[in-house]
């Protein structure tokens, strides 16, 4: 089992510029999740996927955010025309009924915006 | 409103001595309930979960966490720190059937030698 991955781990980007990041679950794992942790605080809740389905997402995930689990392997998180307080740290974890609904968290994929 | 307090931002302790972190939650539902650890720039790894049956439950690490209905608490112990345990640590409610997590604003651990 080789765990949540993601990539890019780090990105620097200048503000207005689109940026997308990609996360691979564990293998059958069927929900998806996507949270933003900025320094200094937990983990808040951005969007998750059942399958291809989006089935909840947070209001913190304005218009330029947009997020896609179009096979109902990987998902990809893209943000577009960044401002600077995007920068934070993008966490994608999976879970499934198997596992207990426990979540599973990658390494992260840190954003700077300039 | 469903949140999760964790009143220490800072706890620093010796080598040796032992550990608790304080969690308290408020949750409409049946709560299923999560200790994780994060060292600096990495994701989350996960220390202990409960969902229901003993109150007690044993994580990794040497890490244990008591669930206390009546005080809406999962406070996460350890008997002896040892110098790698120093890392930040969130308390974390959801529901049993998968879905958002609730996160903590985390406790930072120090230890000193």
């Known amino acids: 089992d080789t765990g949540v991955s993601q990539d890019p781990r780090h990105k620097i980007t200048k503000r207005g510029q689109n940026v997308t990041f990609r996360c691979d679950p564990i293998?059958?794992?069927?929900?998806l999740y996507w949270y933003r942790q900025t320094l200094g605080q937990g983990p808040e809740f951005l969007t998750y996927?059942?399958?291809?389905?989006?089935?909840?997402k947070s209001r913190l995930l304005s218009d330029r955010f947009s997020a896609e689990r179009p096979k109902g392997s990987f998902s990809t998180l893209e943000i577009q025309r960044t401002e600077q307080g995007d920068s934070a740290m993008y966490l994608c974890?999976?879970?499934?009924?198997?596992?207990?609904?426990?979540?599973?968290f990658g390494p992260g994929t840190r954003l700077l915006v300039l | 409103a469903q949140s999760v307090t964790q009143p220490d931002i800072h706890i620093t302790v010796s080598e040796g001595a032992s550990l608790e972190l304080r969690c308290n939650y408020s949750?409409?539902?049946?709560?299923?309930l999560f200790w994780y650890v994060q060292s600096p720039g990495q994701g989350l790894q996960l220390l202990l979960k409960?969902?229901?049956?003993?109150?007690l439950v044993q994580g990794i690490k040497g890490f244990e966490a008591e669930f206390k209905r009546s005080q809406s608490s999962f406070n996460l112990r350890k008997p002896s720190v040892h110098w790698s345990d120093a890392a930040e640590y969130f308390c974390?409610?959801?529901?049993?059937?998968?879905?958002?997590?609730?996160f903590g604003q985390g406790t930072e651990l120090s230890v000193k030698p």
């Open positions: 974390a409610v959801g529901p049993y059937q998968g879905g958002k997590l609730i």
């Open positions: 293998s059958e794992h069927n929900r």
């Open positions: 974890a999976s879970s499934s009924r198997q596992a207990s609904e426990t979540q599973y």
């Open positions: 996927f059942q399958n291809e389905a989006q089935l909840e």
């Open positions: 949750y409409g539902a049946t709560p299923y």
């Open positions: 409960y969902f229901s049956g003993d109150t």
